[in-house]
């Protein structure tokens, strides 16, 4: 007759303590790692410690810290009807990249009143004389040339007020304005205007664009 040996007090310690992991990892389900929080933009403020002064120097905008590092959409934009094409509604994305030298490109995909919307823009940004100059092909059939000073204030904001070249479309000359306000690192307001033939210019539409940082929304 086998006889067992009694368990001593460290075994039973030890077996109950893999008893438990065992009973833990069993009974309660692993929590899949969570992917790291996305980096929000900064603002381009400068933090100085003290209140602002009029002679203090505008802050130099910087074109990568802004546009790259996100998906910009535009959820509407409404627009007349014009010699561009019929009047509408757009709803559309646009991805910023960097080309390098001070180079960028901007493509916009979306869908408007005569079908798909598609639009590239090359950007030329001199930090050094605060200008931009952008290259615009509308998949409408045309394309135009524009040319922006980079102006701001001491709160942070920039603008850019972008004329264009006159460029002929449908037997017409046409001038394009487009004045972007950047009110904040994930927000700009875009306001179009058109002048037909010489004439004054016509308002044509404003659009808000807003830029996602992965899956964070901007508000």
Not at 37 to 50: F, N, S, Y
Not at 71 to 78: P, V
Not at 152 to 159: A, K
């Given at each position: 007759?086998?006889?067992?040996?009694?368990?001593?007090?460290?075994?039973?310690?030890?077996?109950?303590?893999?008893?438990?992991?065992?009973?833990?990892?069993?009974?309660?389900?692993?929590?899949?790692?969570q992917p790291p929080?996305?980096?929000?933009?900064?603002?381009?403020?400068?933090?100085?410690?003290?209140p602002t002064n009029p002679t203090?120097?505008?802050?130099?905008?910087?074109?990568?810290?802004?546009?790259?590092?996100?998906?910009?959409?535009?959820?509407?934009?409404?627009f007349p009807d014009s010699v561009l094409g019929p009047g509408g509604t757009i709803i559309a994305s646009a991805v910023y990249e960097a080309l390098g030298g001070g180079f960028y490109q901007a493509d916009i995909t979306g869908t408007g009143p005569s079908g798909p919307v598609k639009v590239k823009e090359v950007y030329a940004y001199f930090a050094d004389t605060k200008t931009v100059s952008r290259h615009v092909i509308d998949g409408r059939g045309f394309e135009y040339l524009q040319i922006s000073n980079v102006g701001?204030?001491?709160?942070?904001?920039?603008?850019l007020h972008f004329q264009s070249a006159p460029f002929a479309f449908q037997v017409k000359t046409i001038r394009i304005s487009n004045w972007m306000r950047l009110l904040s690192p994930v927000q700009y307001k875009s306001q179009v205007?058109?002048?037909v033939d010489g004439g004054p210019e016509q308002a044509y539409g404003v659009g808000w664009w807003r830029k996602q940082i992965g899956d964070v929304p901007s508000k």
């Open positions: 007759m086998n006889h067992i040996a009694p368990m001593t007090g460290q075994w039973a310690i030890a077996l109950a303590s893999v008893a438990c992991l065992a009973t833990g990892l069993s009974g309660q389900p692993q929590q899949a790692p929080a996305p980096t929000m933009p900064k603002g381009q403020t400068p933090i100085l410690g003290r203090d120097p505008m802050p130099v905008f910087n074109f990568d810290q802004y546009f790259l590092g996100g998906t910009w959409t535009c959820e509407a934009w409404d701001g204030d001491l709160g942070g904001y920039f603008n205007s058109l002048s």
